[in-house]
T-cell receptor, first 114, second 110 residues
Framework: GDSVTQTEGQVALSEEDFLTIHCNYSASGYPTLFWYVQYPGEGPQLLFRASRDKEKGSSRGFEATYDKGTTSFHLRKASVQESDSAVYYCALSDQGTGNYKYVFGAGTRLKVIA | EAAVTQSPRSKVAVTGGKVTLSCHQTNNHDYMYWYRQDTGHGLRLIHYSYVADSTEKGDIPDGYKASRPSQENFSLILELASLSQTAVYFC?????????FGAGTRLSVL
């Protein structure tokens, strides 16, 4: 079945550091890729999505580019702030096959120290 | 703004007891989902539904039942709660290929 792998379980950075969270996927079709963010005490919320190869998604200074060749959708931010501390989930949905399931990675907990 | 409300927000249950988690959405969305969140596993799909009176199994349905009596309501039922079902449970509804999550229910089975 479809799957999403996030390499980093936890990341600790100082403010203004550069962030990279790696996400690789495996899917039989042509999935839409997502990044969701979860703040303490809340449910996950959509950060952004990308639906086709080379498409860049972005929001709030975060960005990721859909790479079909390397099956990746890595999350990056040039300068993190303490308020970015949260759990980040990479996810996919392959609805072209009529499957309306969403598959999530294990999540990456980001802690930014002021 | 999409609204998904879960109740209760936290619950302590005894092993072997019955637990019902409730979810209500005011979004008029067709699809609703139940996910389980565990450290190291992320969010895993238990059950989902795309229409009232019909539910589908997700990736980890064993030990769980779901009920969708109306478009607005979607319940998750643990008939015989077990220690391994201690987790945070999230309900979500879907529109325009976006999931809208509730705030979660923290379930502890003792």
């Amino acid at each position: 079945g479809d799957s999403v792998t996030q390499t980093e379980g936890q990341v600790a950075l100082s403010e203004e550091d550069f962030l990279t969270i790696h996400c690789n996927y495996s899917a039989s079709g042509y999935p839409t890729l997502f990044w969701y963010v979860q703040y303490p005490g809340e449910g996950p919320q959509l950060l952004f999505r990308a639906s086709r190869d080379k498409e860049k998604g972005s929001s709030r200074g975060f960005e990721a580019t859909y790479d079909k060749g390397t099956t990746s959708f890595h999350l990056r931010k040039a300068s993190v702030q303490e308020s970015d501390s949260a759990v980040y989930y990479c996810a996919l949905s392959d609805q072209g096959t009529g499957n309306y399931k969403y598959v999530f990675g294990a999540g990456t907990r980001l802690k930014v120290i002021a | 703004e999409a609204a998904v409300t879960q109740s209760p927000r936290s619950k302590v249950a005894v092993t072997g007891g019955k637990v019902t988690l409730s979810c209500h959405q005011t979004n008029n969305h067709d699809y609703m989902y139940w996910y389980r969140q565990d450290t190291g596993h992320g969010l895993r799909l238990i059950h989902y539904s795309y229409v009232a009176d019909s539910t589908e199994k997700g990736d980890i349905p064993d030990g769980y039942k779901a009920s969708r009596p109306s478009q607005e309501n979607f319940s998750l039922i643990l008939e015989l709660a077990s220690l391994s079902q201690t987790a945070v449970y999230f309900c979500a509804s879907r529109t325009a290929n976006t999931l809208y999550f509730g705030a979660g229910t923290r379930l502890s089975v003792l």
